[in-house]
């Protein structure tokens, strides 16, 4: 969603070790993960055992005949509501971007009649709250960090190796609509996307998607219906605090309605990859972020 941070992997493979970093090992003040997840209803901790392969295959097969894996109050509500207020107190310092694209999040192409879906702009207007404003023992920080989630998910995309983002400003950040926000229709450029809800907005800012449509004979007449505002194959997830969210939006159309009110919407955004050391270039960073450099060297080599 929005040229995004996870959803916008045009990462610049940039190889830097960050195995021994401190600022990539798990903080060890504050509720541990596994108090953060309720691990009786989603056995996750450990995806060998009986239960845990059970659950993380069942969300395998709902991820492929779906796109998407949601899990409702995945996380209790203690460690919610400490997350929540955590991620509000962040939120002041996200970073916003106001900008227009189309769904294929492609250039303009001068040459392509108006009235070509490409030619269609979306507006985007969403913050970001960078990984490195978050503090080291950030309950944040400690559940993406967490090896048990990562391998989870890694499990439920079919990816036997996953490794977590080793940008400094993109590797887990905080999405913030404020009152005016949304996202734009958009198919994502990365192949998958990790989220969780932390809070709703007072009004709008729901989640509304196509699925699976992409490459399909008909995609185009299906863009073409739903850019024209037609509902006939659009669905809204429901996705309330506590959900985490395991979405395929490459194949997805999918966008964020109006936000409005003063409650802000919340949504941190976990990023991964099959490759190691993966990291944004400086172009897509100073666009989300306003930035190219953490603002603490410390944050990569502490």
Request: aromatic letters at 8%.
């Amino acid at each position: 969603m929005k040229p995004s941070k996870s959803d916008d992997l045009r990462a610049a493979g940039e190889p830097q070790n960050h195995h021994d970093d401190p600022s990539m090992k798990t903080p060890d003040t504050g509720i541990e993960p596994a108090h953060m997840v309720d691990l009786l209803r989603y056995p996750i901790e450990d995806i060998t055992s009986t239960n845990g392969a059970a659950f993380s295959n069942n969300c395998r097969r709902r991820y492929l005949q779906s796109g998407l894996c949601a899990l409702p109050d995945f996380i209790k509500p203690p460690a919610l509501d400490a997350l929540r207020v955590e991620a509000n107190r962040e939120s002041d310092k996200a970073f916003f971007c106001d900008s227009t694209h189309n769904a294929y999040l492609t250039q303009d192409d001068p040459h392509l009649p108006f009235d070509n879906i490409e030619k269609q702009q979306e507006s985007t207007i969403v913050g970001s709250v960078a990984f490195d404003e978050l503090g080291h023992d950030a309950l944040l920080r400690k559940l993406y960090l967490w090896d048990p989630l990562k391998d989870f998910i890694g499990r439920v995309l079919g990816k036997p190796s996953l490794y977590r983002f080793a940008d400094p400003l993109g590797a887990c950040s905080i999405n913030v609509f404020t009152n005016g926000g949304k996202h734009g229709w958009h198919f994502d450029e990365s192949e998958f996307t990790v989220t969780l809800m932390l809070q709703q907005p007072q009004h709008g800012g729901s989640f509304e998607y196509v699925p699976r449509i992409r490459g399909l004979p008909n995609e185009r007449q299906i863009v073409a219906s739903v850019l024209r505002g037609e509902r006939d194959h659009v669905l809204e997830l429901p996705f309330n605090p506590g959900t985490l969210l395991i979405f395929g939006g490459s194949l997805t159309l999918h966008r964020v309605t109006l936000v409005t009110g003063s409650l802000k919407r919340l949504v941190p955004v976990l990023c991964y990859s099959e490759q190691t050391d993966q990291k944004n270039s400086d172009a897509v960073r100073t666009l989300f972020w306003g930035r190219a450099k953490p603002i603490r060297q410390q944050t990569a080599h502490d």
